[in-house]
């Protein structure tokens, strides 16, 4: 089997390329490299270009015309970013998707797999989602998503392609075998943050002590990078059986993690603790949510193998190989 990835020069599409090389699926790479690293694409089929090129998508296919399904991770990803620059991240996740479907479809693939997010949701009460919590997305990024889940939505209805939305929580870690992980030197989520504490010994700050958590700091839903991965394999795998011409399932462990608890998680882990201080919440900070995980189960007959600890400690491993694994150097700090 042959998949056309397009981001697979990213982090989580270059972590699904490895998985699904090791499941005997090969993977071509449709990657701009806007924020993708090349070395992340050695040693598979690469096409440097952007995904609204229709002349290249054409070339892809006419080079590989056995793609069984294409899984689209190509988007830009940074929550303040798509605030600040809303029309670039219009353009760039939502007009170039379309471009990108309408080159698809003139190229007969029938089978979709869209990298969408956990953000798009409206948490319940208790801060859990499943697929039919509200959508509610909060920044233009997430809203990008959103509308290119109902966009896919139209046209699955319209032409003879079925379309499956993994919804990603909120992946951490990195290839176990460590071709690849995450690009940026200074992450700005939790986990981030934390490394660097524990980098360059300095405090790490709880923001936001007085959310409606059982500790009173925010809460996610942290999934292995390697896990997402194999999600998607399982997903080429039963792309076929799922009901209907569009599906959402969600990924992540089905449990809530606070940040005091990623905080003890990652202190059984590291050579020395983080220091810790609580802080006021940031502006746009959110109590989070974590997801109920039947949904993949049942459709995808797919659970989380990786525990947090273990998410933690790839994260650590990759970023002490990071600079060796991406000679061409890794961006100082955006926000994934
Ligand atoms: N990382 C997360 O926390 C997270 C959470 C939920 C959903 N997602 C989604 O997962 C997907 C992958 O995210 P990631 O974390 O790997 O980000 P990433 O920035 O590492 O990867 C995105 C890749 O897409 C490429 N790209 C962007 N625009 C392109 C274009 N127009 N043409 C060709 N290539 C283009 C980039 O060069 C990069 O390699 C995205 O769609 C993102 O929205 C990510």
């Given at each position: ?19 699904c090389l090791d499941a005997g699926i090969t993977p071509v ?66 007009i170039k998707s379309l471009d990108f479907t309408g080159h ?233």
């Amino acid at each position: 089997m042959k998949v056309l990835i397009s981001g697979g020069a990213g982090y989580i599409g270059s972590t699904v390329g490895s998985a699904c090389l090791d499941a005997g699926i090969t993977p071509v790479i449709l990657d701009s490299l806007v924020t993708g690293s090349r070395g992340f694409a050695a040693g598979r089929a690469f096409y440097h270009g952007d995904i609204a090129d229709g002349a290249l998508v054409d070339r892809v296919f006419a080079e590989h015309p056995d793609i069984y399904a294409v899984i689209h991770c190509a988007a830009l990803i940074v929550v303040p970013d798509s605030v600040t620059d809303p029309v670039g991240y219009y353009r760039a996740n939502v007009i170039k998707s379309l471009d990108f479907t309408g080159h698809l479809l003139r190229n007969g693939c029938q089978r979709l797999v869209f990298s969408s997010s956990a953000a798009i949701y409206r948490a319940n009460e208790d801060l859990t989602v499943d697929e039919d919590s509200m959508i509610d997305p909060r920044s233009p990024y997430a809203r990008t998503k959103a509308m290119c889940e109902a966009m896919f939505a139209d046209i699955a209805a319209a032409h003879p392609l079925r379309v499956l939305s993994l919804r990603y929580f909120n992946p951490i870690g990195a290839d176990p075998k460590l071709r690849t992980g995450l690009q940026l030197r200074r992450p700005t989520h939790a986990l981030g943050r934390m490394m660097l504490a524990h980098q360059e010994g300095i405090p790490f700050l709880i923001t936001g002590t007085d959310w409606p958590t059982r500790d009173g700091s925010g809460i996610r839903d942290y999934i292995h990078v390697w896990d997402l991965a194999e999600a998607h394999v399982a997903a080429l795998s039963g792309f076929d059986a799922l009901p209907g011409s569009v599906t959402a399932i969600n990924l992540g462990t089905g449990m809530g993690t606070t940040v005091r608890e990623l905080l003890v998680a990652f202190n059984s882990v590291a050579d020395r603790p983080v220091q810790w201080r609580e802080a006021s919440r940031r502006p746009g900070d959110i109590a989070g949510a974590y997801t109920r995980i039947t949904r993949a189960e049942r459709l995808l007959g797919w659970r989380p193998q990786y525990s947090l600890a273990e998410g933690i400690r790839h994260s650590l491993r990759w970023a002490a190989i990071r600079d060796e694994a991406m000679p061409n150097g890794a961006p100082e700090t955006v926000q994934a």
